[in-house]
């Protein structure tokens, strides 16, 4: 079962609306999924579950153990002031210390309003997923100008949505 991470807790984000469509890309392929949003943490786990409370949050650790049983990820990963959202380091800092991500796989998709398609935010992940001993696949869609890009909550772009089929298939064999 392949991991999708919506990388952001903000409500109604389009970083949902590419997990949904990235869902939907794996299930024609005939690999199924589960989506993981950051939005349905408790909210108060920067206080209740990290550092020396790590562990003591049961809503945390539920939602830590569906990350922790996947073997393949995919993290949906907008761009918030340069970089990838500070909740999605806050998660990953919950996680637990250093086994959570090692020898597994993972695909990262940036999107963002302005033209960087969330390419150093992309970088900064990846960074961090290596140093966690977790394999990143090379072909990372930037998907710029988002909201130009969609219609009826839907990704029309012809190119982004063959390099997110093209990726999939990638981390199918990955
Ligand atoms: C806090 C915040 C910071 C943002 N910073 C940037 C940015 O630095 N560059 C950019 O192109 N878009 C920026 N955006 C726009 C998001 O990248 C854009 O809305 C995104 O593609 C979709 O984000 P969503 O999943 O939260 O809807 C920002 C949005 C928010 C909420």
Do not use: W
């Amino acid at each position: 079962m392949i991991k999708i991470i919506v990388g952001t807790n903000r409500p109604n984000s389009i970083s949902k609306l590419i997990a949904s469509r990235y869902q939907e890309i794996l299930r024609e392929k005939g690999a199924e999924s589960e989506i993981l949003e950051l939005e349905r943490l408790p909210a108060d786990f920067i206080k209740t579950a990290l550092y020396e409370n790590n562990g003591r949050n049961e809503e945390y650790n539920a939602f830590h153990s569906r990350v922790k049983e996947g073997k393949k990820f995919v993290f949906i990963v907008p761009e918030y002031n340069g970089s990838f959202p500070g909740i999605l380091k806050s998660f990953i800092d919950g996680m637990t210390y250093p086994n959570t991500f090692r020898n597994k796989k993972c695909a990262l998709v940036g999107i963002s309003s302005g033209i960087g398609g969330g390419g150093i935010a992309l970088s900064h992940l990846t960074d961090i997923f290596h140093y966690l001993g977790m394999h990143v696949l090379a072909l990372k869609p930037k998907l710029a100008k988002i909201e130009q890009n969609m219609s009826d909550n839907l990704l029309t772009n012809r190119l982004y949505l063959d390099l997110l089929h093209t990726q999939a298939d990638m981390l199918l064999e990955f």
